[in-house]
């Protein structure tokens, strides 16, 4: 698991893109086996559902960085 968190502290970007990219493709193949809709409206509810994911997982990621620098200055002083 330390592994994991520190490659992904090292690879912030990829991590994220990485992140965006399977949320893609995790809802158009869901929307494309449970909706009727055009593939031009799956594609963009799809982006759409990514978009939304990755705001989550940013907010995350600097939640976590703002603790992680209060818990480097707390153990520094």
Not at 4 to 9: A, G, K, M, N, P
């Amino acid at each position: 698991m330390e592994a994991v968190q520190s490659w992904v502290s090292e690879h912030k970007l990829t991590s994220i893109g990485t992140f965006w990219a399977t949320a893609v493709g995790a809802s158009l193949s869901y929307s494309s086996a449970r909706t009727p809709f055009k593939p031009s409206l799956k594609l963009i509810h799809a982006r759409m559902h990514a978009q939304a994911l990755t705001l989550a997982v940013l907010s995350g990621a600097a939640v976590y960085h703002y603790y992680e620098q209060n818990s480097n200055e707390q153990v520094d002083k």
